[in-house]
């Protein structure tokens, strides 16, 4: 074999234990969770399954789920695609900064969303202020109660708002680079066409077609992460539950021999049903994403020219509304820390009280530099190890498709989108029933928590760079061996220098992620003494807050994690390409 | 099709190997008391695996650590519920040395899934200085109290104004109309105090007069009466009761006015609010039931020493007393009670006959009682 034979085999070789050490860290911990949870029940998954549509709550769940993230999804499209219209079609000055605010909410950790909405829909927040009470339910919203008898729509309303504002820059980002792109002749064009003669023909045959799969897409995602939005849940709509907040509440005491044999039922069950839900929508998802890249593709390469024309005044105001619906909750969560209540009177006041005693902490509650190094240290780790695999898998895929292997390639690429279609709070719990399994020593282990923080980063980082890896041009990397260069020096030079900008992206998106992952955490932190700021968040919101400080302390940590998102967000924008169609 | 295929099959392999990897379970679970072993090793520190309230301040724990040279580190869970969770699925690799919350509710069980070793704390002089009322539950020596409070229903004087609503005189009141829907309570089967009183519910009904209906008749009238059921004390305390701190607080619902809570929580409304509050408490015989809360060694635990220092430390006069504040509980120690500080002894009410329901039969029937309770309030 040939020097050049021998480094391919060697990269085939890296890629495959890659791809397989992957699929089996994401698949294994599920297993032993189904394994475990079958041995405790004494019954299989398919029983289980069955028992969960006998199941009166199981039921509940499971509509409550589908009606929440199908009416968050559709709500999500009709709110983002006038705001992606608008950032699409006109020329913005700062797009970049615009782009960025409005995509924040989506790396906004799930807890501080959660938290922000509450200080949005409380006694006394702004919209109570406009005479729209969705948390206490009076009012217009406590009409609606009435004459339509529906239970809670002020919860169910918030709770969609929550996920829209969440979701929203998922349409931005599949459905403005396909528009902004786009030659605007083709419309003019169409005008004199007898099939675009009229404002909906013109819809139904331009449009529709060319934005209608990266719509499809995002959707579709959408519904993936209001399926599985678990903190916003628990927060926002605290009578009802979800599939994931069923399992979380359970989780605690599943899987233990001889003891509470129904949270275990709740849990397999649950799980299985999940799965295979989450699964159909991720193939449905990859598939579309497929017919959406081709899209992008041909109207990327279309020549297309700048976008000229200056925002009209509705455009600039719909923007407006959007950066102010963006920005809002998460002022009102800093705002909060700092507003303290004065027992004796009742009347609040403002002092940085709350921050000294986050700041400091004591035996009950972590200090925030504490929780701070635990998140950070954690999303470094996970960092470490997610871009480094993601970027082999992602070569890996990339390789396949050059070497004509589809299916293969989709096989792949499917195998490792499988963490999407897996709840956090299961993978918590399979790690954890797993390490007792095989090591039980192992579970004090500090790095512990950093695992379901790589698997659930790691198709984030390969959604990144597999469509930067599609986009380079092959040639440079040939010239470069051609050149003489040795292999590390041709693939430097021929393939890495381009990648710089999606792995920064990569990099800081996986850190955000990380530090704001709640699910996983709060199954495995429980399990251990490493808290995180996201877990800090959920521990001092669920003390006992007859000491007024308890709740501003909860704000301020949630802020010092908006913040710290927020500035690996900023440093991601900086070096994400103009018409980037990544969806990330 | 393809990717159909490859999803069908991912499932079947994955059923198929969780099948054998169950079978691996099983052998693993049969272990004797004596085998378990501690999951870290004696390094001077330490850990106690606690719920997540503020039953020691930084002074006590500093002093502690002064006293004895051992640092501490704590474990922290939900509540007494999640203490027992995880001393049961860590039990092959215990991650701490002394555990500090589980209550009378669940005691036994971790008693009897040999999750507990035996102190020396009872041959002390010390442990006579524990009143009657606390060590009437357990008073073995592989868990020690250190602290109790009966655990009853609270409402909001606001609404019962004694004009337009009475104080209920039965729980029946409860399922009337001018109940519905205005009531809140905690689950037993994920919060600690809502599984004590539904411990409590258990005897009340066996003791009254009608003899054809249970508790679980009554928790089904209430479910019928639209009463709401949380998975936790803070949700149905902070987010839907009326009478306590709850509104002040961001997320506050306030659609009950009963809620389960202890007989002194409206003392500690009190003592924080200037001696005032409008919540008061239910203490109707049988309707209330003692809640004694207990530290122990646990089986497997590494440092040993430590976990006996602590617990002497814990039941000592200077820290046993000062329960009230940092745990908003009654200490245990004969002599001393709540602090008449901004009312807080005051408007704690004394039950008249707290429900009693033996440890024992607690831990035989609980499964059963919370299918029943389950199937009552679906």
């Known amino acids: 074999m040939t020097r050049t034979g021998q480094h391919k085999m060697l990269v085939k070789v890296i890629q495959w234990t890659t791809v397989c050490c992957f699929v089996t860290l994401t698949v294994l911990p599920l297993l032993y969770a189904i394994a475990r949870l079958e041995s405790v029940t004494g019954i299989n998954s398919v029983v289980a399954v069955q028992n969960f549509f006998t199941t009166q709550s199981s039921l509940h769940a499971l509509k409550f789920t589908l009606l929440e993230a199908t009416i968050s999804t559709i709500a999500t499209v009709i709110i983002g695609l006038p705001i992606a219209w608008c950032l699409g079609r006109y020329n913005w000055k700062n797009i970049k900064f615009l782009r960025a605010i409005l995509a924040v909410p989506f790396v906004t950790p799930s807890i501080v969303v959660a938290m922000g909405f509450l200080m949005l ?144 039922e709740v849990v397999l069950s649950t799980s299985i049903v999940q799965l295979i839900i989450l699964s159909l929508a991720i193939i449905c998802a990859t598939s579309i994403q497929r017919r959406h890249s081709t899209i992008h593709a041909i109207i990327a390469e279309s020549d297309a020219k700048q976008i000229s024309a200056r925002p009209n005044n509705l455009a600039k105001a719909i923007i407006s509304l959007g950066v102010c619906f963006a920005i809002l909750p998460l002022m009102l969560v800093t705002i909060a820390s700092f507003r303290i209540r004065n027992t004796k009177t009742g009347e609040f006041t403002y002092s940085t009280e709350a921050w000294s005693e986050a700041w400091s902490g004591d035996y009950s509650t972590t200090a925030i530099p504490d929780a701070l190094s635990n998140s950070l240290i954690y999303c470094l780790i996970t960092v470490a190890f997610a871009l480094p695999i993601g970027w082999i898998i992602s070569s890996c895929i990339s390789r396949l498709e050059q070497e004509q292997k589809a299916t293969t390639a989709k096989i792949v690429e499917f195998a490792t989108m499988i963490p999407l279609a897996l709840s956090a709070v299961m993978i918590g719990l399979g790690i954890l029933l797993g390490l007792l399994k095989w090591s039980p020593g192992l579970f004090g282990w500090a790095i512990i928590p950093a695992i379901p923080h790589i698997i659930i980063t790691t198709p984030f980082v390969i959604r990144i760079i597999l469509p930067a890896l599609r986009s380079i041009d092959l040639s440079y990397h040939e010239q470069a061996v051609m050149l003489g260069m040795n292999p590390i ?74 913040l710290l998102t927020f500035i690996l967000f900023f440093i991601a924008e900086r070096f994400r390409d103009n018409g980037e169609g990544s969806g990330f | 099709m393809r990717l159909n295929a490859i999803l069908c099959l991912t499932v079947m392999v994955c059923a198929s190997m969780s099948g054998c990897l169950g079978a691996l379970e099983k052998e693993n679970e049969s272990l004797e008391c004596s085998t378990f072993s501690a999951g870290h090793t004696d390094d001077g520190k330490l850990r106690i695996l606690t719920y997540d309230i503020l039953a020691l301040s930084d002074s006590m724990v500093e002093e502690f650590t002064n006293r ?63 009143s009657e009322q606390a060590t009437a539950p357990y008073s073995g020596p592989l868990a020690i109290p250190f602290d109790q409070g009966p655990v009853c229903l609270n409402y909001d004087e606001n609404f019962v104004d004694g004009e337009n609503v009475s104080e209920p005189t039965s729980l029946w009141n409860l399922t009337e109309e001018t109940w519905r829907g205005k009531t809140a309570f905690p689950s037993p089967v994920t919060s600690s105090p809502g599984r004590s009183f539904m411990v409590s519910t258990i005897d009340y009904f066996e003791n009254d007069d009608d003899e054809s209906t249970n508790a679980f008749d009554w928790w089904q009238a209430m479910a019928s009466n639209d009463a709401i059921i949380t998975s936790g004390w803070t949700e149905a305390y902070e987010t839907h009761y009326t009478g306590g701190y709850g509104e002040y607080t961001t997320g506050y619902i306030g659609d009950a006015h009963l809620t389960v809570s202890y007989c002194q929580s409206p003392g500690v409304e009190a003592y924080y609010s200037g001696n005032y509050t409008h919540s008061t408490s239910i203490t109707l015989p049988k309707s209330t039931i003692q809640q004694v809360e207990y530290t122990g060694i646990i089986n497997g635990a590494a440092n040993i020493p430590g976990a006996e220092l602590f617990i002497e430390y814990l039941l000592s006069p200077e820290i046993n007393a000062q329960m009230p504040e940092n745990n908003l509980m009654y200490p245990v120690l004969d002599g001393y009670g709540l602090p008449e500080t901004d009312g807080y002894r005051y408007h704690s009410d004394i039950p008249q006959e707290n429900a009693n329901v033996e440890i024992t039969r607690i831990n035989e029937e609980m499964t059963n009682w919370l299918d029943k309770w389950q199937s009552a309030t679906e």
């Open chain 1, 121 to 264: 829909i409380d006694v006394g927040g702004p919209l109570t202020a406009m005479g729209i009470d969705l948390r206490l339910e009076t009012g217009i919203v406590g009409e609606l109660a009435n004459v339509t008898n529906w239970e809670n729509p002020g919860h169910f309303i918030a709770l969609i708002a929550a996920h829209v504002w969440f979701n929203i820059s998922l349409i931005m980002r599949f459905v403005e680079p396909t528009l902004s792109t786009m030659d605007r002749t083709w419309e003019e064009q169409m005008r004199f066409l007898p099939a675009g003669q009229n404002r909906l023909s013109r819809i139904r045959n331009l449009w529709l077609p060319i934005i209608g799969p990266a719509i499809l897409c995002a959707a579709t995602l959408c519904f993936i992460f209001s399926f599985t939005s678990f903190a916003l849940v628990r927060w926002l709509t605290p009578n009802q539950d979800t599939l994931e907040t069923l399992m979380a509440n359970s989780g605690g005491s599943a899987g233990i021999y001889g003891y509470r044999i129904d949270t275990s």
């Open chain 1, 489 to 562: 020096n041709a693939w430097w030079h021929g393939k890495a220098a381009f990648l710089r900008a999606p792995l920064v992206v990569a990099g800081a998106l996986t850190m955000a992620f990380s530090l704001g992952e709640f699910g996983a955490s709060w199954i495995l932190v429980r399990s251990g003494s490493w808290d995180t700021l996201s877990v800090l968040i959920d521990q001092l919101m669920s003390q006992p807050k007859f000491n007024p400080l308890i709740q501003p302390m909860a704000m301020a940590a949630a802020t010092v994690l908006m």
């Open chain 2, 68 to 130: 004895t040279g051992y640092e501490i580190e704590f474990i922290k869970e939900d509540d007494a519920g999640g203490i027992l969770d995880q001393m049961m699925l860590t039990k092959q690799a215990q991650q701490a040395d002394l555990m500090i919350g589980l209550d009378n509710t669940y005691l036994q069980t971790a008693i009897d899934n040999c999750l507990l070793r035996e102190t020396v704390y009872t041959q002390s002089d010390n442990y006579q200085n524990i």
